[in-house]
């Protein structure tokens, strides 16, 4: 198993750009989740989802829109990126909600200039 | 309000020495309580997980969490710090469905 896998590594926006964050996970997990990471900050949670087709808010969920196609894919998406999104973007799932360990991907480092 | 705090954003320690990180939480039911390790430029790795059975949490490379509830803390300990200990350390608590994190720990080890 690949875990969670998470694409790019890193990427450079210009104000007012769009971008999708994609996010996939092989280990048939029903929940998956967006966090962002800003320095002396911990990670936030920008939205989840319970399942294809059901997605929720999390705490920081203004500037960005999530779908859920596919139990495998959560792909984030930047509509019109502002400096303030600037950020370590973590990608996560759980099989169930509960006490289920949460796995993280690697990670997506996005700068906005 | 459910919350995490994450006592002292970065702690040092010698080669050996105790390691302890410190978590104090809020929170209005029973908590489930969560320990990451991220290291330099990775993602987050379960360390421990509390969900209500023992106390006494044991986790991977030698690290233990003490769940007391009436001091609503969940300190992380290892009895003896190695160079590869050397990370962030992050306290995270669940509400509903997602995770609630501390500001994190930076753990740093000297030979």
């Known amino acids: 198993n690949a875990g969670v896998t998470q694409t790019p590594k890193f990427r450079i926006l210009k104000i007012g750009q769009s971008m999708t964050l994609q996010c996939a996970q092989d280990?048939?997990?029903?929940?998956m989740y967006w966090y962002r990471q800003d320095p002396g900050m911990g990670l936030k949670l920008i939205y989840y989802?319970?399942?294809?087709?059901?997605?929720d808010k999390g705490e920081v969920p203004n500037g960005y829109n999530v779908s859920r196609s596919t139990t495998e894919d959560f792909p984030l998406r930047l509509e019109l990126a502002a400096p303030s999104q600037t950020s370590v973007y973590f990608c996560a799932s759980s099989y169930q909600g509960g006490g289920e360990t949460q796995y993280f991907g690697p990670g997506t480092r996005l700068l906005v200039l | 309000a459910q919350s995490v705090t994450q006592l002292g954003s970065h702690v040092s320690v010698s080669e050996g020495a105790l390691v302890l990180l410190r978590c104090n939480y809020s929170?209005?039911?029973?908590?489930?309580l969560f320990w990451y390790v991220q290291y330099p430029n990775q993602g987050l790795q379960l360390l421990l997980k509390y969900t209500s059975a023992a106390t006494l949490v044991k986790g991977i490379n030698g690290f233990e969490a003490e769940f007391k509830k009436s001091e609503t803390s969940f300190h992380l300990t290892k009895p003896s710090a190695h160079m590869s200990d050397a990370a962030e350390y992050f306290c995270?608590?669940?509400?509903?469905?997602?995770?609630?994190f501390g500001k994190g720990t930076t753990l740093s080890v000297s030979s």
């Open positions: 280990m048939n997990h029903n929940y």
């Open positions: 929170s209005s039911v029973p908590p489930y």
């Open positions: 989802s319970v399942g294809a087709g059901i997605t």
């Open positions: 995270a608590l669940l509400t509903g469905t997602a995770l609630i």
